[in-house]
């Protein structure tokens, strides 16, 4: 995947492309960037003092903090890109690996989580680039209401700007949350909030696991649309 862009100018034409809502150039910023991630990913993995996690979770952290700080970042602010991804890259595995290094039943709940988030939001995997970058950023809505419900602050390693953005994010999702449907609204606080399964929302709500599935993934792209109406935030 590096190498991919040949020349900083065809990179500025992409950053430019990017702020006009041009999707595909958003793309290849990501595909350009990977490298990155799976960098940072990697000396995270090597020094590892547990060997519980793979190195595929910490990959997937790392891409949700680079697609976070794709999305904010300020292109005038007079700053490498690399410079600022990798505080957002080292935050998201330093926020996520303690609980996947966690022993007993909340490590058991998170593993059955994310499993279950990645099914809703992905599926079998089986999907276009397009449509892969979509779900990674929706479950960076999933990762954001986990830490609203742990009531945890910014992630360590975040510059100052990083940890004002995350914080303003935050407190949106908290009043955002309150205003989805009825069902949505259960499937998402009972998940979130009060660390239930899908099988187990499933029961208490009388309906199948795939229709809880299937509302916690509308659940998702409501609250990133509610996000950019109300704060501008570009999280699609």
């Known amino acids: 995947m590096g190498g991919f862009i040949e020349s900083p100018s065809r990179e ?3 950053w430019i492309a990017f702020a006009g809502g041009d ?3 958003r793309e290849q910023l990501i595909l350009l960037y990977h490298p990155l991630a799976a960098r940072i990913a990697g000396k995270f993995f090597a020094g590892r003092a547990v ?3 793979p190195y595929e979770d910490y990959l997937q952290f790392g891409l949700l903090g680079l697609i976070e700080a794709l999305e904010v970042f300020d ?3 007079g700053v490498k890109f690399s410079t600022f991804a990798g505080y957002r ?10 609980r996947m290094t966690e022993n007993g039943s909340q490590y058991e709940f998170y593993k059955r989580a994310l499993e279950e988030r990645n099914d809703s939001l992905i599926g ?9 970058v979509d779900a990674i950023i929706s479950l960076a809505v999933g990762f954001q209401l986990d830490a609203l419900a742990s009531g945890t602050g ?8 990083s940890s004002l953005h995350y914080d303003q994010l935050l407190g949106s999702l908290s009043g955002l949350v309150k205003k989805l449907p009825l069902k949505q609204y259960m499937v998402v606080h009972g998940h979130y909030f009060q660390f239930k399964s899908f099988v187990d929302i499933a029961e208490e709500l009388e309906l199948s696991k795939g229709r809880i599935s299937q509302i916690h ?3 998702i792209a409501m609250l990133r649309q509610l996000l950019r109406d109300r704060d501008h935030v570009r999280l699609a």
């Open 23 to 25: 999707k595909s150039a």
């Open 12 to 14: 500025a034409d992409l």
């Open 75 to 77: 292109v005038s602010a």
């Open 217 to 219: 993934r509308e659940a």
């Open 89 to 98: 890259v080292r935050g998201a595995i330093l926020n996520g690996l303690p």
């Open 154 to 161: 910014p992630r360590e390693g975040l510059d100052p700007y």
């Open 124 to 132: 079998d995997g089986k999907v276009a680039f397009e449509d892969f």
């Open 51 to 53: 060997d519980s996690v």
